[in-house]
């Protein structure tokens, strides 16, 4: 989003991705466009580690 704004979702990761939650985040100034982790128990990987 060009505002500053910003829209968290997690899936089960599954193909067809089912939402298990979302988030509308009103101000971000995270640097990337879309960014990809893991949960696995408590720890959260990048796609590189898992």
Not at 35 to 40: H, L, Y
């Amino acid at each position: 989003m060009d505002d500053g704004s910003a829209r968290l979702v997690c899936d089960d990761g599954n193909d067809k991705g089912a939402v298990i939650y979302s988030e509308d985040i009103d101000f971000t100034d995270f640097p990337l466009d879309q960014i990809t982790i893991w949960v696995e128990g408590n720890v959260i990987l990048l796609p590189s580690e898992h």
